[in-house]
């Protein structure tokens, strides 16, 4: 017998779904303040998990949540690949 392995799951800051890590999109300020889309989700920093869904994207970058839960203003540049992340994923 196998024994199963342990799978993350992290909760959308948006809809408050908790998924699977992996399943998430993950957007981490840095150190030096930097934020970035965090592909691999090993990065270090303050980090913020939101669902590959177009509408939880859009929701949390227009609501302020992301700001909020980075603590940081995100620059239209990261919002712009985020988007674009969750426009692929829904294949639109």
């Known amino acids: 017998m196998t024994a199963q392995r342990h799978e993350p799951?992290?909760?959308?800051?948006?809809?408050?779904?908790p998924l699977p890590k992996r399943e998430l999109l993950r957007v981490v300020r840095r150190p030096d303040w930097s934020i970035l889309v965090d592909a691999s989700g090993k990065l270090s920093g303050r980090g913020a998990y939101v669902c590959r869904k177009e509408g939880c994207v859009e929701v949390a970058l227009?609501?302020?949540r992301l700001?909020?839960?980075l603590r940081a203003k995100?620059?239209?540049?990261?919002?712009?690949?985020?988007?674009?992340?969750?426009?692929q994923r829904s294949g639109t």
Request: glycine fraction near 6%; proline fraction near 3%; aromatic fraction near 4%.
């Open 9 to 17: 799951y992290r909760r959308c800051i948006q809809c408050r779904t």
């Open 62 to 64: 227009k609501s302020g």
């Open 67 to 69: 700001d909020k839960a």
């Open 74 to 87: 995100v620059p239209q540049e990261v919002a712009q690949e985020l988007s674009g992340l969750a426009a």
